[in-house]
C-alpha cells in the first residue's frame, strides 16, 4: 500500500516525540532517584516537647514504638502527652545523655544517628578494604543535615569551587574520594546574604566525636568522627585541609566564616572540620 509523503513524514515525527518524551521521562525519574534518601524522608529536624502536634511527632512515636522497653504503650496519635514525654526519657537515660523528656539538639542527634544505623543494610555498608562510591548525600545527625553531594573542580582563579544550591554541599573531584585513603574534602554555603539559609550554617556547633556519613552511588554509608575543628585566613596555607600522608581516610568540612569583606567579596576566614573514617 502506498502511503502518501505527506502522510509517511506526519508518522515519522510522530513516533519520533513519542521516543523522545519516553526518553526524557526515563531521564527525569532517574535523576529524582539519585537524589532521593531512604534516610531523608525521616530525619527529625524539630525541637519537639509536651504539648506538640504533628507528623514529626507521629515519626517520633512510630521509632520508638520499635524498642518496647522505651515505650511499651506504642500509642501514634501525632500528640506529644506524658506518655511519649516518658518515652523520651528513658530513650534518653539509655543513650547517657541529659534527661528531661525534650527531644533538643542532643536527643535529636542521637535519634537520627540511630535512624542511619538502622536503615543501613549490613551487607551494602562499605567495610574495609572495599572500595567506596561515589558520594552523593552528605549526613549529619547533630545539624539535621542531609545534603546532596555536587561534584566540583577548580574556578579560573585556582580555587576549589563551591555548589551551585545553598542545600547542597561539593565534593572536590580532584583529589580523595569521601572514604580513601587521604582527605577528602566537602563544602558548602554558610551566612549567606539576605540570611538565606545555606546547609552548613551550623557547622560550628560540631564538636570532637560527632558522627559524619557518606552515602555513595552504591547505597553503601561510610561512617566518619570529629576529630578537630580549626578556622583559617582565607589567604593562609591550608594545605593540610586537601592532603594528608597517615594512610588513614579523612573527609574535611570546609565554609567561611568571619567578617564579610564587600571588596573581595567573601568571608575572612574558613572553618574546617577534620573527620576521620571509623571502620
Known amino acids: 500500500m502506498n502511503i502518501p509523503l505527506r502522510q509517511k513524514l506526519f508518522i515519522i515525527s510522530i513516533f519520533t516525540f513519542a521516543i523522545t518524551f519516553v526518553i526524557l521521562f526515563s531521564f527525569s525519574l532517574i535523576t529524582v532517584h539519585a537524589q532521593e534518601s531512604p534516610v531523608s524522608a525521616v530525619f527529625f529536624t524539630q525541637k519537639l516537647k509536651i504539648g506538640m502536634k504533628g507528623v514529626e511527632v507521629i515519626k517520633l512515636q512510630e521509632f520508638l514504638k520499635q524498642f518496647p522497653d522505651i515505650y511499651p504503650d506504642g500509642l501514634i496519635d501525632g500528640s506529644f502527652g506524658l506518655l511519649t514525654k516518658n518515652a523520651v526519657k528513658l530513650f534518653q537515660k539509655k543513650v547517657s545523655i541529659v534527661i528531661d523528656g525534650v527531644v533538643g539538639p542532643i536527643t535529636r542527634g542521637k535519634l537520627n544517628e540511630l535512624l542511619i544505623d538502622r536503615a543501613t543494610d549490613p551487607f551494602t555498608t562499605d567495610n574495609a578494604g572495599v572500595n567506596p562510591g561515589l558520594p552523593t548525600r552528605l549526613k549529619i545527625p547533630n545539624l539535621s543535615t542531609d545534603a546532596v553531594v555536587e561534584y566540583v573542580g577548580l574556578t579560573t582563579l585556582g580555587a576549589m569551587d563551591v555548589p551551585q544550591g545553598l542545600d547542597n554541599v561539593a565534593w572536590f573531584n580532584l583529589g580523595s574520594q569521601p572514604g580513601e585513603v587521604g582527605s577528602a574534602v566537602i563544602s558548602g554555603h554558610s551566612g549567606y546574604k539576605d540570611n538565606k539559609p545555606a546547609v552548613f550554617d551550623d557547622l560550628y ?54 567578617d564579610w569583606n564587600a571588596i573581595a567579596k567573601t568571608h575572612s576566614d574558613r572553618l574546617v572540620v577534620f573527620t576521620d573514617r571509623v571502620y
Open 205 to 258: 556547633k560540631l564538636a570532637e566525636g560527632d558522627k559524619v556519613y557518606i552515602e555513595d552511588d552504591k547505597g553503601a554509608i561510610v561512617t566518619f568522627v570529629v576529630r578537630e575543628i580549626k578556622s583559617y585566613d582565607r589567604n593562609a596555607n591550608a594545605a593540610d585541609v586537601f592532603s594528608s600522608n597517615d594512610g588513614l581516610a579523612h573527609l574535611n568540612l570546609i565554609t567561611c566564616t568571619g
